[in-house]
Every structure is written in structure tokens, then in C-alpha cells.
């Protein structure tokens, strides 16, 4: 993964933490040209690629529900999605606000929702495992007050592993959605809800507070805390196999968040597209490809080695 240099892009209209102005050009285009690359190379074809899944509302949004977010307590009946990086300064700010204690009016009625992630170094990626595995609202909070500067010696657990590389992969997912649904700049923070059964996109700020909440759809009943279910089962156990690219044996061969096929999807590959594979796992009755898709980062796509050469 590139950890590029970050900076921070204000206008009149909203206060953006870009990631080195590479925001817009997600990491799913990167992994897009990695596959196109690896394709080229060692199967001689220039036109295999991975394409953009084209998210509906519902998916979108289901998509923002079946991750690692840490939510505002109590559990409500509102829910906000706020997508944030350990590094970016405006989320410390809008964190602070969203969290404060004396929150009143029709704001109150909101359950804020953090998705921590798009680390920029080793350091924060390890913060970011520690803390979305644990689902810390305490963790997070910390985060902001003394960023990471370098690695823990105690390695990641298998959970942990899991969930880093799950909420960095679901960003790189749901950017192109993200965008096609603003007239901003993709940033950080990034808040996402539904709003008649629509989802909606606001980068930076979010304005008044109580304006949003009464535009927020109320959901029948405040959803219990995140209780891990089948799609987002952490696969403790990987079988290491020597590391090769694997290759869509057709057009529409799909790569997943999670190694189960309710999973949200990370894109479709074209036949030919490679992935780089270092192991695999069992999960629902299938054997599936475990892929490298940050340089340096943990397993965070999956396929099904029947769709796979």
C-alpha cells in the first residue's frame, strides 16, 4: 500500500481530509491496475480488469451496516455512518463534536456510527485493527488524542487482522458509490444515511444538526451492539500456500469483503484478471483464495477457488 503524505483541503463550502489527493483515485483503482498489471505480465492479455461494484441504496447501506463501525451511546434509532482515518485532523474535530455529552434538540436522536479507516502507515494500521476489532468507543477517542507513531511489538491477533484489513478493503468498495452520490470530493469524514429509504452522501460537514435529524429515516428499533454475524466471522484459520496470482476463469467472477457469499462484495474481476494468493480458508462449505490487496497490509479479499485458474 502507498502510505502517501496527507493534507488537508478547506473551501467555503466544506472542510475535506484528503489522503495526498488521492482520494478521488481510490484504492480500488489501484487494485483495478495491480490486477491489470499482474494479468498482462503473465497471461499476455491486456484487457483483463476488475471493475467497481455499482452499489443500490439498500446495498450501500447495508454494506456501511455489516462492518466494524463503533457506534454512539446509547444504541438509537437514527443512525449516521461516519467514515474517518486516524491521521485526519477534521475527523478529531467533527469526533469531538458528534460525541460531546450535551448534545440536545433532535440531534440527540442520532446513534453516530465511526468506520475507522484508510491507514496511511504500519503504525496506524495496527491502531486500526486493535480498535475496530474491539468495537472500543474509548479506543477511539484515544486515537485522536495520541495518534500512532510506530508499531506495538505484539503482533495482531487473527481478529484483529481481520478486521483492518475488512474496514480498509470496505472503503476502496464503496468509494465510487460514495462518490456518484455527492457533488464533493470524496474526503474524510464522510457521513452516510438513509433518508426516504435513499442513501446520502455529505463530505466534511455535516451542518446543522438538528435539520439532518429530522431528515434521517428511524429505523423500527435501535439495532443491538455488532455481534459478528456469518459474513463477518473472522477466519482464524488460513492455510499458507505458495504465493501465486490466481486467475477469473470468467467475466463476472467476484471478490468479496469476507469469505462468505452474503459478504459485501469488493469488486468483479473479467477473465484473465489475476489476484495475488499467499493462502486459503474454509468457510460455508467452500475453500477460498486469500488475497494480498494492500502491499504490506493484511488478507482483506477473498474469492471462491472454483472461480479461479
Known sequence: MDFAEGGIHSSALSRICMNG???????L?????????????????SKAQAEAIG??????????????????????????????????????QQHKALTAKDLTGKAAEIEFRFILTAPKTP????QLGRVTAARSASALEAIYQAPARQSVAAPLTAAELFASGYN?????????????????????????????????????????????????????????AFNAPSPLAVPVVLKAIEPKPKFAKADGVT?????HPKATKLA??????GFL?????????????????????PPSAYGRVSDFR
Request: aromatic share 10%; net charge neutral; glycine share 8%.
Open 255 to 259: 471478490v468479496y469483503l469476507a469469505p
Open 29 to 45: 483503482l489501484q487494485m483495478v491496475l495491480s490486477a491489470i498489471i499482474v494479468a498482462s505480465s503473465l497471461s499476455g492479455t
Open 123 to 126: 503504525a496506524e494500521r495496527d
Open 168 to 224: 480498509d478493503a470496505l472503503w476502496a468498495a464503496i468509494n465510487p458509490a460514495l462518490q456518484k452520490r455527492t457533488p464533493q470530493t470524496i474526503g474524510f469524514p464522510a457521513f452516510v444515511y438513509a433518508s426516504g429509504g435513499k442513501a446520502k452522501v455529505v463530505v466534511g460537514d455535516l451542518g446543522d444538526k438538528d435539520t439532518l435529524a429530522s431528515a434521517v429515516d428511524e429505523r423500527a428499533s435501535a439495532t443491538p
Open 55 to 92: 452499489f443500490e441504496d439498500a446495498q450501500l447501506l447495508a454494506a456501511l451496516e455489516n462492518s466494524y463501525w463503533i457506534g454512539s451511546d446509547p444504541p438509537k434509532r437514527k443512525h449516521v455512518y461516519v467514515l474517518v482515518a486516524p491521521w485526519c485532523p477534521i475527523c478529531r
Open 268 to 273: 468483479t474481476a473479467k477473465a484473465g484478471a
Open 277 to 297: 494468493a499467499k493462502s486459503t480458508v474454509e468457510s460455508e462449505g467452500e475453500t477460498w483464495y486469500v488475497f494480498q490487496y494492500f502491499a504490506n497490509g
Open 21 to 27: 489527493g488521492r482520494i478521488v483515485m481510490t484504492r
